[in-house]
């Protein structure tokens, strides 16, 4: 049988700490969890723009830092998901066209075929885009290609130039201890109201027995 006095004592203990404080306290761990998950995302769009920037410039050895620089952060901060991945759009253009000028270049029997396609282009576009490129590749098809019509034999692969790197569930940074608090509160009220509710149906049944 548990004691009467003992039982009295630990319900005041646990009613002096009420439960709509627990739940102020919960709400506002809450905010802070989510505004620190909001950085770490914002931090993931600002290394994924610097990263669409470098592609746009050229520079392969900037393009190979800034991926390493947004592999690192997302791999090690919850929240940063890529999505689809990051599409280095502008390098595969650029391999494209390489390729192109070397498939349909001068050694075609009706002159540099990717010559004559890009006067038809160039003017239209303001540099490369899908659009050039799609634009391009139409007016090529319609020459056979320097040795015979075009296999497409080391033409670049789209899908390799789309990077994508994994978001950890749950990272010890200040996102994450944050939510690890939220839980630690809400476990503190589900075990408050479970304590609260044991010990007044003791003594109840006490006062039963008495």
């Known amino acids: 049988m548990v004691d009467k006095k003992q039982a009295r004592r630990s319900l005041k203990d646990l009613q002096r700490v009420k439960t709509w404080q627990l739940v102020v306290l919960l709400l506002l761990a809450g905010f802070i969890?989510?505004?620190f998950l909001r950085l770490n995302n914002i931090g993931m769009v600002e290394r994924r723009t610097a990263v669409m920037n470098a592609d746009e410039s050229g520079d392969q050895e900037v393009i190979?830092?800034?991926l390493?620089?947004?592999q690192r952060?997302?791999?090690s901060h919850m929240n940063t998901d890529l999505g689809r991945g990051v599409y280095l759009e502008s390098s595969y253009?650029?391999?494209v066209t390489l390729w192109q000028t070397k498939q349909y270049g001068d050694s075609n029997p009706n002159g540099n075929i990717y010559q004559k396609a890009q006067e038809v282009c160039a003017p239209r576009f303001s540099g490369y885009s899908a659009e050039y490129l799609r634009c391009t590749t139409d007016e090529l098809a319609k020459y056979p290609a320097a040795e015979g019509p075009s296999d497409g034999s080391?033409?670049?692969v789209q899908?390799?130039?789309v990077h994508s790197f994994a978001s950890p569930s749950w990272s010890p940074d200040f996102a994450g201890w944050s939510l690890v608090l939220c839980a630690v509160i809400a476990l503190l009220?589900?075990?408050r109201l479970l304590a609260l509710g044991v010990l007044k149906l003791l003594l109840r049944k006490h006062y039963r027995n008495a």
């Open 33 to 35: 969890a989510a505004t």
């Open 73 to 75: 952060y997302v791999s």
């Open 93 to 95: 253009n650029r391999d």
């Open 189 to 191: 009220i589900v075990v």
């Open 68 to 70: 390493s620089a947004l």
């Open 154 to 156: 080391g033409k670049p």
């Open 159 to 161: 899908d390799t130039y």
């Open 64 to 66: 190979i830092q800034r």
